[in-house]
């Protein structure tokens, strides 16, 4: 099972604060939000922040750099993130395989699905009273999702709950109709059984 990284790391800044020194869950961050490595050491300390987007930084030409970024008023709004794919019960291990960055947290789910259907194309599943192992501030309550996979033209797709596009991404980032992903529903409770009903789940 896997879906987008859309919920980065906790790495202790607000939104639109720099690190310096830069810390190894932020530079995840920047990453999963479409950084390279080569954009982050170019511009040095103190560290880009995680309101600001890689590719704003370039100018009519294609070139990049910091001072072209800086001149874009970017806010305090998150920059889009989910450029890397992640096991949705191991999102820790897939992390580091990924990105090389070292987090030193497992942020694994325990137990099973609860519920699961088929509609439209589609699978769906429900988790109830799940657990999270060595989860930070910034994974998802597992509980509280039902999952949806990519319209399912190919079985290696029936358990890709993402989009086709990188949503980091500079030139198509766009979600589609047929993208996967999930619901997320905060009071959801105990998921007994999903059916398909007409057109609806």
């Not at 190894?24 to 300390?45: E, P």
């Amino acid at each position: 099972m896997e879906g987008c990284g859309l919920w980065g790391v906790a790495d202790g800044v607000e939104v639109d604060e720099p690190e310096d020194p830069l810390s190894v869950a932020h530079r995840y961050n920047l990453r999963n939000q479409g950084w390279t490595d080569a954009n982050i050491n170019t511009w040095g300390v103190p560290s880009p922040t995680n309101a600001d987007v890689m590719y704003m930084g370039k100018d009519a030409t294609g070139e990049w750099s910091k001072e072209t970024l800086r001149e874009s008023f970017l806010g305090n709004s998150p920059a889009p993130k989910g450029r890397y794919i992640l096991d949705f019960f191991n999102r820790g291990t897939d992390r580091e395989a990924q990105s090389s960055v070292s987090l030193n947290t497992l942020d694994q789910e325990t137990g099973m699905f609860s519920a699961a259907a088929s509609n439209f194309g589609r699978a769906l599943w429900a988790r109830s009273e799940s657990e999270s192992l060595e989860a930070d501030a910034k994974s998802p309550n597992a509980s509280s999702m039902i999952l949806y996979t990519q319209i399912i033209e190919r079985d290696e797709q029936l358990g890709n709950c993402y989009t086709e596009a990188d949503p980091s991404a500079e030139m198509i980032s766009d979600q589609v109709d047929a993208d996967g992903g999930f619901i997320l529903i905060p009071e959801l409770g105990k998921v007994i059984a999903m059916r398909a009903l007409g057109n609806q789940v």
